[in-house]
């Protein structure tokens, strides 16, 4: 079955360690992306890669970093500059612009 | 830069009572419009793509319309497992790359 998948499914981290959420595809899209949701509140944009070895800043990029260097693969690290890093993280896939988003189940970080 | 208008913000409907969910647009040339469920803890699913104006597309008891300005999801004959977040989005051509602006959904409740 082609699909995206996100481990964990629920992280646990202390204040202060960076995190790194994991996101595969076998899909064979060119594009991926990390959002952030927040109870109660819609998608906000925080990293994308439209091809391998590119990415590029989203709308809330301070304190997260990533990297693509399989097609496959989005790593999102949260790190400690991440000032309130507490939130349901997903990651999508596309073929690419004006194709729909696939997206994958998740992984909710809380951060104490 | 694109924006997404949803209303009504939350919708409680019987079951068995027909209504439809606003998407209002603005964006400058539109690539596509994506409608996606999410339920509570998950990723969301997608349901729908249009592309211009006239455009119908139909899955089970829902079916998205599109017009220049605004789409609409109805739903006819809605069961207790309607109930989700009803996500819009939109991927204009003058937004940068393969990303999409969503609105804030529409909270459907349909009581047995």
């Known amino acids: 079955d082609g699909g995206i998948t996100q481990s964990p499914k629920y992280l646990f981290r202390k204040e202060g360690q960076n995190v790194t959420l994991s996101c595969e595809q076998n899909l064979n899209h060119d594009a991926m992306y990390w959002y952030r949701q927040d109870p109660g509140q819609g998608l906000r944009l925080i990293y994308y890669s439209q091809i391998v070895n590119d990415f590029q800043k989203g709308d809330i990029a301070e304190g997260y970093s990533v990297s693509r260097e399989k097609k496959e693969s989005f790593p999102l690290t949260v790190t400690s500059a991440q000032k309130n890093p507490t939130a349901f993280y997903l990651c999508a896939s596309s073929k690419g612009t004006g194709y729909e988003q696939y997206f994958g189940p998740g992984t909710r970080l809380t951060v104490t | 830069e694109d924006q997404v208008t949803q209303s009504p913000e939350a919708l409680r409907l019987q079951e068995g009572e027909s209504s439809s969910l606003n998407c209002s647009y603005t964006?400058?040339?539109?690539?596509?419009l994506f409608w996606y469920r999410q339920d509570p803890g998950k990723g969301p699913e997608f349901l729908f793509t249009l592309y211009s104006a006239g455009e119908e597309k139909e899955k089970e008891r829902l079916k998205a319309t599109l017009t220049k300005k605004e789409s609409f999801l109805h739903i006819t004959a809605p069961k207790p497992e309607d109930s989700a977040t009803y996500l819009c989005a939109v991927s204009g051509e003058e937004t940068s790359g393969s990303r999409l602006t969503f609105g804030e959904g529409t909270q459907l409740t349909v009581n047995p």
């Open positions: 964006v400058s040339g539109l690539r596509g």
